[in-house]
């Protein structure tokens, strides 16, 4: 019972800090938030069971993603400087859209029956069985990941660095 | 933890889901966008770890899944951070409104 309050509190507060994302005026808060939310998600990993995937979300997201984030703000704003606007004028129009779609999903969500089963409810996942997966069924999408992550690598290099002084011709 | 049903938190997903993509629509700063979509990525994560923990016969390949998305995110972040940069160099804005070099 404490559990399950847990666990719906812990999805609040990241709601909250997701509506802190997307609404606050200053951006270096939003990185902050964001940081927030995908901690309450990592706990939320952990009340389901995944702790290989929270230990992986905390390193990557929070330490990696975030902080890279954090970065590229401290690079292209001054952070004291006056605050501008933040959103476009196409606020109302998206809140409109976004209640029909929240809504019509929430209806197919609570209509679908969905086959939960008592097997998978049991089921313990260790770290071991995700590795032998890994370098097992799914072999073929973990090389393409590598590829996708050098070339990913490569290419910020590429694109970030600043140009060469221009060649004389 | 078993208490909670599938749906409430497949709604919870969606929920942050739709807070991602009206961040992504209304934000004016590309670094803003580009939070919002990791908060989507970080939905769809979500969803894919509910699925595996509640229906799946098989239940690593939700998790295995899970980590395939964290990796592209990872690359995302990392690529579009590089060219809000190199924007920001020749440009020296990150508004999508001011960038409109291109916009007939």
Known sequence: MAAKFGTYAVMAV???FALGVVTLRNIFHCALCLAAALIGTA????????EYLAAIQILLYVGAVVTLIIFAIMLTEHLAGKTVRQNNSQSPLAIAGLLGFVALLTVVILKTPWPVTQTALKAKVSV????????GTYVFPFEVISI??????????VIAKKDAPEERL | MIGIPLSHILIFSLLLFAIGVYGALVRRNIIGILISIELMLNAANINLIA??????LSPATGQIFAIFVIAIAATAAAV????????YRVRKTVYTDEVNLLKW
């Open chain 1, 14 to 16: 990241i709601l909250i």
């Open chain 1, 148 to 157: 996708i992550l050098i070339a990913a690598l490569i290419g910020t290099v």
């Open chain 1, 128 to 135: 071991m069985a995700l590795g032998e997966a890994l370098m």
């Open chain 1, 43 to 50: 706990v939320l990993y952990v009340a389901f069971r995944a």
């Open chain 2, 80 to 87: 579009g951070l590089a060219i809000v940069l190199a924007l």
């Open chain 2, 51 to 56: 699925f595996s923990k509640y229906t799946s």
